[in-house]
């Protein structure tokens, strides 16, 4: 009877110590996914507050361009005179801010510019593509790469 109770407590040892590892290892892999996931999260939130914010202000300009051709109002000079045309509550949103005439969401790096009106064309908000660092390039720029002998066949 006591070669039978030794062996059950070896026997639940064993699972104790087995269900321990798999929690062990759940947890590794488990808790870095979730954080990544609530970064990813917030990252998408703002990156869609910088969205709406760009969205509310070419509302604003499509109402002000109206305005121009059926009133005869002077179009605006710069960004900063076109914040002031949106509804009072709408603030930057935090992460995103205004230098040169143009609006940088610095989590993502996104960019808008604000195009003054020219002969042909209304003022308008376009986006500026993001250009990847050369450090990030995988290949060496052209002429600048060492030289190599052709692979022998």
């Known amino acids: 009877m006591r070669i039978e109770a030794d062996g059950m407590a070896d026997k639940r040892q064993f699972q104790l110590i087995t269900i321990l590892i798999i929690l062990g290892l759940l947890s590794v892999v488990a808790i870095p996914r979730y954080i990544g996931i609530g970064r990813d ?6 990156e869609g507050a910088a969205h709406g914010y760009i969205r509310a202000l070419n ?13 005869g109002e002077e179009w605006v000079e710069d960004g900063e005179e076109l914040m002031e045309l949106l509804q009072e509550g709408w603030r930057m949103p935090e992460g995103m801010r205004y230098v ?51 692979p022998e066949s």
């Not at 509302?59 to 009133?71: D, E």
């Not at 290949?139 to 060492?146: R, Y």
Request: net charge negative.
């Open 41 to 46: 999260e917030q990252r998408e939130a703002q």
């Open 59 to 71: 509302n604003v300009l499509t109402v002000h361009m109206s305005n121009h051709y059926l009133r």
């Open 100 to 150: 040169d005439n143009a609006w940088i969401d610095e989590k993502t790096g996104v960019r808008w510019e604000f195009k003054q009106a020219s002969d042909h064309l209304p003022p308008r908000i376009k986006r500026v593509e993001q250009q990847p660092t050369p450090d990030t390039w995988e290949m060496e720029p052209i002429g600048q790469g060492s030289p190599r002998s052709p």
